[in-house]
C-alpha cells in the first residue's frame, strides 16, 4: 500500500493499490474504444449494483453534483420537495431546492436522532409533495435513515423517493429492485459520489433514475440545467462513444476498477462487513467512555459520530492522531469541538480499524484519561468477528 496514513474519514476513505494502478494508467481518448469499452463495463457495474432497470449516470463532479441532478430532473420551480433531514447534508437539499425556485418543505430530527415517520406521513397527508428526499446515512450525525418505514409511507402519497445515498452506496443496502412492502414502493433515484464507500478518489458523480423518474423527467418541459439535465447524458451513456463534455478518463479507469471490486465482494457480503464495522467501532470506543451521537439501533453502518468524554479537546487530539497516522475528521455544526467522526467504509480493513482503537486509545492515555486499551479491543473483535472469519 502506498498510503502513508489511515484516512478514517466520512470520505474520502483510503484507496487500495489495483485503484491507484487504475488511475496511474494512460490517458487516452475519451472516444478511443479502449476507454469506450471501460466506461460501458462501470455504468454496467453501477447499474448492477444498485439492480436498477432505468439509467445511469456516471459523471465528472462531487456528490453535491450528483444531488443537484437528481433534484432538477424531477423537481420543477414552483412546484413542492419534501426533504427529510437528520443533519447537515439533509439541510443541503433545503438550499439546492431553494436555489431553483422549488417550493421546500422540511422535517428536521433532532440531531442524533430519526425524522419520526408519523411526522412524514402526517406532513405528506397534508400537501401534494412532487418528490421526497432521504439522505441514507447523514456523514454529520451518524444517523441513518429507516428505508423499509419512510419509502411505503412516500409511495404511498405519490410522490417520488429520492435516496442521497453519498455516504451509502455500496455498504448499506440500496436496491433499486425491491419493493418495500409492495411491488410498486421502490426507490426511484439514487445518487451518490465515488469517494466514500465505493472507495475510489473523489471527482464522479453517480445517479440512477428508475423507470419512474424518467416518466416524471419527460413530463417535464424543460429542466433548469444544462450540464446537469438528463436528457444530455442518456445517448452517452447508452454509447460512450459519443461525446457531450469530456469524461475524467483516468478516474473512470479507477471507478470501473472500485466497482469491480464491490462486485466480487458480492453486495450482502458488503452490506454484513460494513454494519459489523459500525457496531464493533462503536463497542470498541465506548470502552473509553465516549458515547456514539446516533442509538444502536439507528447508527449508519459507514460512519461513527463520538461524543468526546470529558477534558479532551478536539484540537490536540486529532492533532495527535494525525502525527500517528490516523485521520479522523471533527464534527459539524454546533458539535464542533464536542465531538469526531470516524469513517469505517469502502475498502477499509478490519485490521486498520483495530489500529485505529489502539492509536485512539493511545492518544487519549496521553491527554491524561485512563482507559483500557485491551479492552476496547476485545469489545471490537467480539462484534468484528463475523468479517474476521469470512
Ligand atoms: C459527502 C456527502 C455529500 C456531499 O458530497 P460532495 O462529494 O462533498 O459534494 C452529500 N451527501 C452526503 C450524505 C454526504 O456524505
Known amino acids: 500500500m502506498r498510503n502513508d496514513e489511515m484516512l478514517l474519514i466520512p470520505g474520502p476513505t483510503p484507496v487500495v493499490e489495483s485503484i491507484y494502478e487504475a488511475l496511474a494508467s494512460e490517458t487516452r481518448s475519451h472516444t478511443d474504444p479502449r476507454f469506450v469499452a471501460l466506461y460501458k463495463s462501470a455504468i454496467e457495474k453501477t447499474r448492477t449494483m444498485l439492480k436498477t432497470d432505468g439509467e445511469v449516470f456516471v459523471i465528472s463532479g462531487s456528490g453535491t453534483i450528483a444531488m443537484e441532478m437528481a433534484l432538477v430532473n424531477t423537481v420543477a420551480a414552483g412546484e413542492k420537495l419534501l426533504v427529510i433531514s437528520h ?18 418543505d422540511v422535517l428536521q430530527s433532532e440531531w442524533g436522532k430519526q425524522v419520526d415517520p408519523v411526522e ?10 412532487k418528490a421526497v428526499t432521504i439522505t441514507h446515512a447523514d456523514t454529520s450525525t451518524g444517523v441513518a435513515a429507516n428505508l423499509e418505514q419512510l419509502v411505503p409511507i412516500i409511495k404511498r402519497n405519490g410522490a417520488l423517493v429520492i435516496l442521497d445515498g ?12 425491491k419493493g418495500y412492502g409492495n411491488e410498486e414502493a421502490k426507490i426511484d433515484v439514487v445518487l451518490t459520489g465515488s469517494q466514500k464507500a465505493i472507495a475510489v478518489p473523489p471527482g464522479l458523480a453517480i445517479v440512477a433514475f428508475n423507470q419512474s423518474a424518467l416518466a416524471v423527467r419527460e413530463k417535464m418541459e424543460r429542466v433548469s440545467a444544462y450540464y446537469c439535465d438528463i436528457y444530455n447524458w442518456i445517448p452517452i451513456m447508452n454509447d460512450p462513444s459519443k461525446y457531450f463534455a469530456t469524461p475524467p478518463v483516468n478516474l473512470v479507469y479507477a471507478f470501473e476498477e472500485g466497482m469491480r471490486l464491490v462486485l466480487e465482494e458480492g453486495m450482502e457480503q458488503r452490506y454484513k462487513r460494513h454494519a459489523a464495522y459500525g457496531t464493533a467501532v462503536r463497542a470498541g470506543l465506548s470502552v ?10 439507528v447508527a449508519a453502518a459507514t460512519l461513527s459520530c463520538m461524543l468526546y468524554p470529558d477534558g479532551i479537546d478536539d ?3 486529532r492533532s495527535a492522531l494525525a502525527e500517528k497516522g490516523l485521520i479522523v475528521a471533527g464534527a459539524l455544526s454546533h458539535l464542533a469541538g464536542k465531538a469526531f467522526r470516524i469513517g469505517h467504509m469502502g475498502n477499509t480493513t478490519v485490521e486498520m480499524l483495530e489500529k485505529a482503537i489502539v492509536l485512539i486509545g493511545e492518544t487519549l492515555d496521553e491527554q491524561g484519561l485512563s482507559v483500557n486499551i485491551n479492552k476496547a479491543i476485545d469489545a471490537f473483535r467480539k462484534h468484528a468477528l463475523a468479517v474476521l472469519n469470512n
Do not use: P
Request: charged content about 30%; aromatic content about 14%.
Open 166 to 177: 453519498v455516504c451509502a452506496t455500496a455498504a448499506m443496502e440500496e436496491d433499486m429492485s
Open 87 to 104: 443533519g447537515y447534508f439533509g439541510d443541503r437539499f433545503i438550499k439546492l431546492g431553494k436555489a431553483f425556485g422549488i417550493e421546500v
Open 120 to 129: 412524514v406521513e402526517k406532513k405528506l397527508s397534508t400537501d401534494q409533495f
Open 315 to 317: 484540537a490536540s487530539f
Open 288 to 297: 473509553y467512555g465516549m458515547k456514539a451521537l446516533a442509538d444502536e439501533q
